[in-house]
């Protein structure tokens, strides 16, 4: 069994990346195409055939016992379907079954990105050693996942922990889930450079509107760019503050790009933080920027399908 490996996809709107990965969480072999996320889904599934077929080629590939897949959601992981908002042609796609089909039957594990980065930083990263954790993702949209008990917790479909779509805003703007006032629509980087230019923000002689540049206009003293990562860091503070009281989890690791934004953003969010995490219990709430890199969607599918293997083979044996 410590001989074993694990092959991993992560599934995105521009790339699928797959890898064999080991026990120590080393990627051993890495494959990747890009989505061609507007096509139709058969032309999708192939794209991601041609990443497990290229896994499948290694030498290595005679040792994995199970495959994770990470995928952009909404993912269920109940029926093994995925619906990625960004690849239209996956509605309830069966992609368990498609990728099981494609390994020569392995079993699968799938998880939503959110949860394959959470389980990322718990193996490897900033969540590390801690038994109750949320870890998010804020960049174009937030996302986030759940550690409780020592135990990644995906929930039923796979999605438990999505954090970006709790609403902190009870009359908040509409947002694109059907919802108001959701986190992701107050701190997502979009909603950022928006509610900047709304203020007044001017962009500098590039032109480039992003968050990375509202940012950077933060740091520089502009008020209009401070207060709308203020705002965002208030969305976050009250997210958190909430997960933390309904689950009393110990620290919130925040990655994405938006979270390079370093203390423009993080010292706004531990402030809130104060206003809204206000019992004995949560109080010591640690808030962390993420460790993990661009392999974390891949890592983090590599624990979930290791953590599943072990599960069943301890089922197996008592
Ligand atoms: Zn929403």
Known sequence: MQNDIVAALDIGGTKIAGALVDRQGRILVRAQRPTPAQEDGETVVRAVEAVVAELAASPHWGRARALGIGSAGPVDASKGTVSPVNVPGWRDFPLVERVAAASGGLPVELIGDGVAITAAEHWQGAAQGYDNALCMVVSTGVGGGLVLGGRLHPGPTGNAGHIGHISVALDGDPCPCGARGCVERIASGPNIARRALDGGWKPGADGDTSAAAVAAAARAGDPVARASFERAAQALAAGIAATATLVEIEIAVIGGGVAKAGDVLFAPLRRALRDYATLSFVQNLTVTPAM????????????????????????VGG
């Open 292 to 315: 993990t890199g661009t392999d974390a969607g891949l890592v983090g599918a590599a624990s979930a399908a290791l953590g599943a293997r072990d599960a069943a083979v301890a089922g």
